[in-house]
């Protein structure tokens, strides 16, 4: 998740008598930002590299952890059998707007029901993209719906209806409110009087006039991309062919390590295939691997 211009920060702080240990997941998405800090200084062969490649045998028990490795070596999930309990399920459909029903009646009923899982605070869904029927916007509009259908109080702003009880997400860094880029909150209240939402971000409340909510979206899905460095108890991601400019081997393997406990595929096996072939990766041009080398 480290850029050019971070890392460039960092080597200017660090004092000349200091040692740095990176570490990270270089198969994961590269950094929103210019660069791919990572992966070239491990392809400089510059630096000293340890891989950890083994799967214990606690973590070889768990169904994400194995089909993880297996996505990252081109090989399609392994769901398990009917009626087998698992971590990691996948759900077929044949159509997109199946889909919409399925994750619904997942995070409404059937996870919460099985799994005791919260649907506010425990299951994050992860699309590919933003755009699209099982995108992430229109599942906002979907889940915020069913999940949160009379509130007390609504406003709305830059095309998102935010009330109390939404999940919500901010999506930059706001150094004042000291709420950064892929926080996670929920709105406690709206204040007409003040002109302000207020939301609290792990217990604390964070008060946003209403013509500043437009880097506050709803929370209730949100792309693999705004989820790099999180986790989350339960993820849904749903992989389909609508979604094929976006995806790649990096994309699915990253939705599924951010799930600690539960991840459900919703999908076509088409589309998880196009994903574990390596899909839509994205070569990215740099000149930090060749610099590093000749150094």
Same mark, same amino acid.
């Given at each position: 998740?480290?850029?050019?211009? $971070? &890392?460039?920060?960092?080597? @200017?702080?660090?004092?000349?008598? /200091?040692?740095?240990? $990176?570490?990270?997941?270089?198969? *994961?998405?590269?950094?929103?930002?210019?660069?791919?800090?990572?992966?070239?200084?491990?392809?400089?062969?510059?630096?000293?590299?340890? %891989?950890?490649?083994?799967?214990? #045998?606690?973590?070889?028990?768990?169904?994400?952890?194995?089909?993880?490795? %297996?996505?990252?070596?081109?090989?399609? +999930?392994?769901?398990?059998?009917?009626?087998?309990?698992?971590?990691?399920?996948?759900?077929?459909?044949?159509?997109?707007?199946?889909?919409?029903?399925?994750?619904?009646?997942?995070?409404?009923?059937?996870?919460? @029901?099985?799994?005791?899982?919260?649907?506010?605070?425990?299951?994050?869904?992860?699309? +590919? &993209?933003? #755009? !699209?029927?099982?995108?992430?916007?229109?599942?906002?509009?979907? $889940?915020? *719906?069913?999940?949160?259908?009379?509130?007390?109080?609504?406003?709305?702003?830059?095309?998102?209806?935010? /009330?109390?009880?939404? #999940?919500?997400?901010?999506?930059? =860094?706001?150094?004042?409110?000291?709420?950064? =880029?892929?926080?996670?909150? &929920?709105?406690?209240?709206?204040?007409?009087?003040?002109?302000?939402?207020?939301? /609290?971000?792990?217990? %604390?409340?964070?008060?946003?006039?209403? !013509?500043?909510?437009?880097?506050?979206?709803?929370?209730?899905?949100?792309?693999?991309?705004?989820?790099?460095?999180?986790?989350?108890?339960?993820?849904?991601?749903?992989?389909?062919?609508?979604?094929?400019? &976006?995806?790649?081997?990096?994309?699915?393997?990253?939705?599924?390590?951010?799930?600690? #406990?539960?991840?459900? $595929?919703?999908? *076509?096996?088409?589309?998880?295939?196009?994903?574990?072939?390596?899909?839509?990766?994205?070569?990215?041009?740099? @000149?930090?691997?060749?610099?590093?080398?000749?150094?």
């Amino acid at each position: 998740m480290v850029d050019v211009p $971070l &890392m460039n920060a960092l080597t @200017k702080a660090i004092p000349s008598h /200091s040692g740095l240990l $990176l570490v990270g997941d270089v198969d *994961q998405l590269p950094s929103v930002g210019p660069g791919q800090v990572l992966a070239d200084i491990i392809g400089s062969e510059r630096i000293s590299v340890a %891989r950890l490649t083994e799967v214990f #045998r606690q973590a070889a028990e768990s169904r994400i952890v194995v089909n993880a490795h %297996r996505i990252n070596h081109g090989q399609m +999930p392994d769901p398990p059998k009917a009626g087998e309990e698992s971590d990691f399920y996948f759900i077929g459909i044949n159509e997109p707007e199946q889909g919409v029903g399925k994750i619904i009646e997942m995070v409404k009923e059937r996870m919460p @029901k099985r799994f005791g899982l919260d649907p506010l605070k425990d299951i994050q869904v992860l699309c +590919p &993209m933003n #755009r !699209g029927v099982l995108g992430a916007r229109n599942l906002n509009i979907e $889940l915020q *719906q069913v999940l949160n259908p009379n509130p007390p109080a609504t406003v709305e702003r830059f095309g998102w209806r935010f /009330s109390p009880g939404d #999940r919500v997400m901010e999506t930059q =860094n706001d150094y004042d409110r000291e709420v950064f =880029n892929g926080d996670l909150g &929920m709105v406690v209240r709206i204040d007409d009087e003040e002109g302000a939402l207020i939301a /609290s971000f792990d217990g %604390r409340e964070v008060s946003y006039p209403f !013509g500043e909510l437009d880097t506050l979206v709803p929370a209730y899905a949100t792309t693999i991309h705004k989820s790099q460095g999180s986790e989350y108890p339960a993820v849904i991601i749903p992989v389909v062919t609508q979604h094929y400019t &976006m995806l790649a081997r990096n994309l699915l393997y990253t939705g599924v390590t951010r799930g600690k #406990r539960l991840v459900i $595929l919703v999908g *076509q096996k088409k589309a998880v295939a196009m994903a574990v072939r390596g899909g839509n990766m994205k070569r990215r041009w740099t @000149k930090l691997r060749e610099w590093l080398a000749v150094s």
